[in-house]
């Protein structure tokens, strides 16, 4: 399947999601932070808010696919699932040998749907049979003193953040915390070896030094990107996606914006700070600033390109940009002190735009929602009292494949 992602808004065909499963039942209070997680979400009510958030994709046209799924028929190839589960082992940095022979025995004797489904769940220092002695040292050793071999990985729903559609290509972001560092993998294997995807071109690699995160590239037009560079992005991964874009593989874009937005966890991502609902409608964080600070990479002549640094308002950044007479931009919680944080919060600026002027956004962003409708935009509600304890919206939890 060719990917094809030229907008933030076209109307979406096909979409990548992962049902959310038994990681999250191995969030526990205590190294909840390492995880980024804020509170614990309840599975049974979360799956049920995820099933109708699929539900609603296909209703409007969307195909669903699932990470889990696609990733099980690639590893249908013996060899591939022998390759990525070394991989995977490696990457879970499993400093004992024997721990490592261990799981990966005990994870080849499940079928391959349980396997992947393990993965990605953890496997609980009690699942294996293993010396009192071997047991204190994965622990002694372990940077976050949690009770697992293999560590969780309870973000993954947020499709949108460990690889990134970006035109006909893909970027296999490096995450910068090993909390979700493993998750690029997942979808990268699909890339390379799914009979249907293996012919994707790869704009950005994880193994490179530098992080990026899909929630801070945002596909603005055919000829435009905006990246935060951001608490999860490195300003040195817009240069290498730059010279894959414009240089190697010559896809349609000739400027990438890239947004220097607080390293904070307010603003984990750019698409928390603004998200495209329209050809000239975005919905923004409650207090963004009033300059911005920008860095145009723009594609020249010579199939190279050139820097340049520009403040202003994002409303003309934007109208300069995307070459429009008007932007609006409509401020989450409607400027209301308390509103605005509470629904910020809850993730009421990180909203999926189906197709342009329609969007999929959490019901509980009362105050967002009305006045977005106010302006005239189709909002489709979901709930949202589990999935939004994450720290992401429905822009987060998907990841776009092909847009018209
Ligand atoms: N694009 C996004 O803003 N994704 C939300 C990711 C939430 C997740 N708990 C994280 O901190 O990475």
Redesign the pocket.
Known sequence: MAIRVYSEIGKLRSVLLHRPGAELENLAPNYLSD????DIPFLKKAQEEHDNFAKVLEENGSKVYYISNLLEETLENENIKKIFLDEFLEMSEINNQIIKSSLEDYLLSMDTKSMVAKMIAGVRTNELELKKEIFSVKVRKSNMDIPFFLNPM??LY?Q??PVAMIGKGASINR???P??RRESMLMEYVLKYHQDFKDTPLYYKKSFPYAV????ILILDEKTIAVGISE?TDPEALETLADKIFKEYNDSFDTILGFLIPAK?AY??L??VFTMIDYDKFVVHSELEEAMKIFVLRKNDESDYVIEEETGSLNKILEKHLDKDKITLIKCGDGDEIAAAREQWN?GS?VLAIEPGKIIAYDRNIITNKLLKDHGVEVLEIESSELSR????P???SMPLYRE
Not at 35 to 38: P, Q, S, V
Not at 213 to 216: I, M, N, P
Not at 390 to 393: E, I, K, P, T, V
Request: proline residues 3%.
């Open positions: 995880l980024l997680f804020d309870p973000n947020f949108r953040d995450m910068r915390t909390a979700r995160e899909g929630g801070d999860r966890r984990m991502h698409d928390t993730d990180n994450g720290r992401g919206g822009r987060c939890m």
